[in-house]
């Protein structure tokens, strides 16, 4: 599979036992490493058994060195196209209550010159591939079409195009056809009404109605099928003209960040090896659930994604 995944970052969870604004707290552990949703994705689907390639614009700063020799350790085969700057961070504060909170930064801009050289890199390694993965967010200056340009070529190239991607990116990603998209509940809402409920993960009303509906309409905007995820009350799913909401195995939670990305990658590895959508849906779920139950996103034990595709059943 081939991961365009083009914003890279430094990844710090930092574990406290409460976020106080406007004090001086002290963490009671914390880890960094590369991170964003592409490298999320990369590793989780080299841990499936799915060898995967990421493009990434990679800044020539120190950090930028930094950061392509913590994905070479890691295992992430990476094809580096070279922008200037530094690698922005990430930093995702775990409380104890269970609490999650993320602070991202933007990241050096990526113009058109610079996406120029990305889609002709992605372009060269397309060959062969039935996948291509078009995950997280864009750098400042980049054009708002730049995923789609991505679906574009995926389909000249007869491959599938997955979508993770928010706001005018997603929206014109799925103008040009995108073969399937997965954006949360909150994403899709704030794409189709304006705005969305970022609480959805852990409350919300009516979130199955609420979730169809933004599938439906994704498909009617061009989408081949949309996955629309609402945490741990499941996620709807429309393709061929119909929907239908599925449940999400139950998971003890460690850290749900990175759930999503798992989810991607496991329903990209299912169609890598030619599994049908509904098939592969299951297959994203099992491996959302199993890593949830990681400290650090990213992570996933494979044993544990096939235990909850065992309880999941028959698509």
Not at 83 to 94: C, D, N, Y
Not at 115 to 120: F, K, L, S
Not at 193 to 199: K, N, V, Y
Request: hydrophobic letters at 45%.
């Amino acid at each position: 599979m081939l991961i365009a995944g083009p914003n890279l970052t430094i990844d710090r969870t930092i574990r406290l036992d409460e976020l106080r604004p406007g004090e001086v707290l002290r963490a009671r552990e914390a880890d960094s490493g590369p991170g964003g949703k592409g490298v999320n994705v990369a590793r989780t689907a080299e841990a499936l058994g799915c060898p995967a390639k990421l493009v990434a614009f990679l800044p020539r700063g120190w950090s930028g060195e930094a950061v392509g020799a913590w994905l070479a350790d890691a295992g992430v085969a990476l094809h580096a196209v070279p922008v200037p700057g530094e690698v922005r961070s990430a930093a995702i504060m775990l409380e104890a209550s269970g609490r999650t909170t993320v602070l991202n930064e933007p990241g050096p801009p990526a113009d058109e010159e610079a996406w120029r050289a990305y889609v002709g890199s992605v372009q060269a390694r397309l060959a062969g591939r039935r996948v291509l993965v078009c995950s997280g967010s864009t750098p400042p200056a980049s054009p708002a079409d730049a995923y789609a340009r991505l679906v574009r070529l995926a389909a000249a190239a007869g491959a599938i195009a997955i979508v993770d991607a928010t706001g005018p990116t997603l929206g014109e990603a799925i103008a040009a056809g995108a073969h399937v998209v997965t954006p949360n509940l909150a994403e899709a809402e704030e794409l189709i009404l304006g705005s969305g409920d970022h609480g959805v993960h852990s409350a919300g009303v009516g979130l199955e109605r609420r979730a169809r509906g933004c599938a439906r309409e994704l498909l009617a905007r061009g989408a081949g099928a949309a996955l629309v995820t609402a945490g741990a009350a499941g996620l709807a799913l429309a393709a061929g003209g119909e929907e239908r909401w599925l449940p999400a195995p139950q998971a003890e939670v460690r850290n749900p960040i990175g759930a999503g990305d798992a989810l991607v990658a496991g329903l990209a590895c299912a169609l890598e090896h030619g599994e049908p959508l509904p098939a592969a849906v299951l297959a994203g779920m099992a491996a959302a659930a199993a890593s949830v139950e990681q400290e650090l996103p990213g992570r996933i034990d494979a044993v544990r994604a096939r235990a909850y595709r065992a309880t999941l059943g028959p698509p």
